[in-house]
């Protein structure tokens, strides 16, 4: 069975700091894709990542960078510098290759403070 | 290019009426999926259609919902009669050659 576990529920920073938000997945498939998705106050809901099973390297994008480990199915998300306007709720999701649903973990509420 | 569209964004109504949610997709995709985002159940997925067939229906919560896909740019999440439980925000998603989905901006629901 497929699931995404998101265990910080909620992080505080200060900005400037840098946070990583958790995301474990499981899944039997060998062939699969995680996202990260924002969802920022205003309610929708934002792509930010896809990464594939087989390409375990690294992303960067600016200020967010992504740690794909497959020996202990984490897909983690890191932002460096954080800044008040990366406050949201960040989810992390799982698709199998033989299905198109995404499996959407609880989401991490991000708060950055002045 | 536009995104995913859906109307209303804001939906009030009382228990037991219909209410119809709409969604157009982004042009060119050919997957169309519907959400709802609950605080206790977090964001599930209803129903999804590839090339307007729905394809899985698993987790509409009962007879009371229903969706159609009457062509490529448009689709309906009707709701009869509608409850209290029902409140949430309903998302419509699209997706087209890769494995991606983007979403609209949401309808609240709320019933009363």
């Known amino acids: 069975a497929q699931k995404v576990t998101q265990a910080q529920t909620e992080i505080s920073v200060v900005e400037k700091e840098d946070v990583t938000l958790d995301c474990v997945y499981e899944t039997r498939d060998t062939t699969y894709y995680l996202f990260w998705y924002k969802q920022p106050p205003s309610g929708e809901l934002v792509f930010l990542i896809r990464r594939n099973s087989f390409d375990e390297q690294n992303e960067i994008s600016g200020r967010y960078s992504w740690n794909f480990q497959k020996s202990t199915s984490s897909f983690n998300f890191t932002i460096t510098a954080s800044q008040v306007v990366d406050s949201a709720v960040y989810f992390c999701a799982l698709s199998e290759a033989n299905t198109d649903k995404l499996i959407f973990g609880t989401g991490t509420r991000l708060q950055v403070f002045p | 290019d536009a995104g995913v569209i859906q109307s209303p964004r804001h939906e009030v109504t009382e228990m037991g009426q219909e209410v119809t949610l709409r969604c157009k997709p982004i042009s060119g995709h050919d997957y169309l999926f519907w959400y709802r985002q609950t605080m206790m159940r977090g964001l599930e997925l209803l129903i999804y259609f590839n090339n307007n067939v729905p394809i899985d229906d698993s987790g509409m919560p009962e007879d009371r919902f229903s969706a159609k896909m009457p062509n490529a740019s448009f689709s309906t999440l009707k709701i009869q009669p509608s409850e209290p439980r029902d409140s949430a925000v309903y998302f419509c998603?699209?997706?087209?050659?890769?494995?991606?989905?983007?979403f609209g901006p949401g309808t609240r629901l709320t019933v009363t």
């Open positions: 998603a699209s997706k087209g050659v890769s494995y991606e989905q983007y």
